[in-house]
């Protein structure tokens, strides 16, 4: 019935009702066009800096490899090691992690304009199945 209703209607929508409706973040939005987008950037960005990553993870293994025989480790040596080991890591990563948010929040952005909203994320506890949850909570333990 619910489904029906919008097809009954012969008058659009207000734009009080419009703007009620954005407000409280309802808009038509596609997420497999922000799904694309991200996907395909995160392969041209693999294609632009793969094989410079490939080559600073094998100079970093490289590295570390050879020095195996000759390094005493301690927890402060260890320390050090997974600290230059992260650094290099985040450094290798932060171009495509950028490039990734920058498209999400473009693609976002073209989509719907600015717009921000905490009604659409707010917890709804009239959606929980508590069914669900008194049968099914005890038989994972």
């Not at 600290?83 to 290798?92: C, F, G, K, R």
């Not at 920058?102 to 069914?131: C, D």
Request: glycine share 6%; with cysteine; hydrophobic share 45%.
């Amino acid at each position: 019935m619910g489904d029906k209703g919008y097809q009954d209607r012969t008058e659009p929508a207000t734009p009080k009702r419009r703007q009620k409706a954005r407000a409280e973040g309802q808009v038509a939005k596609s997420r497999e066009l922000n799904t694309a987008m991200v996907l395909l950037t995160g392969f041209g960005a693999l294609t632009i800096w793969g094989t410079s990553m490939y080559q600073q993870i094998t100079n970093m293994f490289q590295h570390w490899f050879t020095q195996v025989g000759t390094t005493h480790l301690n927890p402060a040596e260890v320390h050090k090691i997974f600290s230059q080991i992260t650094l290099t890591s985040a450094y290798m990563l932060a171009p495509i992690m950028l490039s990734l948010c920058l498209v999400a929040i473009l693609s976002n952005y073209l989509q719907v304009g600015v717009l921000f909203s905490l009604k659409s994320i707010r917890f709804n506890f009239s959606k929980l199945n508590l069914v669900f949850l008194k049968e099914y909570s005890f038989q994972f333990f």
